[in-house]
């Protein structure tokens, strides 16, 4: 029985070659893991983490006011303008004091040396706000004569007209 080999058991060589075969293996992985973790700190390393060191918005406070007038003439007022009569009352009324506070704010750029074209643009703005306040009120009366009506939408578009033209000055300035 020289040649009977015992089931089960595993012969010398077979047995150093799979210890072998899971050491290589092992110490693959733990190179692939070593090299992602390098990598995933290098990563971290390049990219900005303090507030110094984070981008900063480039919009100045006198675009981003710009801006605001832009949103009165474009959108604000002729939405205003085309919804039924009780909802642009009830939208103006909670949109009003932003419009306000950007007129405020154009005061407060002309005072702060933006020049006399800052102080032009806060007067269009309450003069739109104003045109906006009678052609609402009017509109959401039944009652209202519709020439007056009629009249008081012309005076908000002449008004948004002219706050377009001040924008595009005081822009010159900003």
Known sequence: SGG????????????DDNASTVLVAVLIVAFVVVLIVAFSLAG????PTTAA????????????????????????????????????????LTERPRVDSMAIACQQTAAAGGGP????????????????????ALRADPAADPTLVHEAIDAVNRNRANLMRSAQTANQSA
């Open 4 to 15: 009977d080999v015992e089931v089960g058991v595993v012969p010398a060589d077979d047995a």
């Open 53 to 92: 060191t984070r981008p900063v918005s480039t919009i100045s406070p006198r675009r981003q006011l710009l801006g605001n007038v832009q949103w009165l003439h474009d959108q604000l007022s002729l939405e205003l303008l085309s919804a039924p009569g009780e909802a642009a009352a009830q939208r103006w």
């Open 117 to 136: 074209e800052w102080q032009q643009l806060a007067a269009r703005i309450s003069g739109v706000a104003r045109s906006l306040d009678t052609a609402i």
């Open 44 to 47: 971290r390393r390049s990219k």
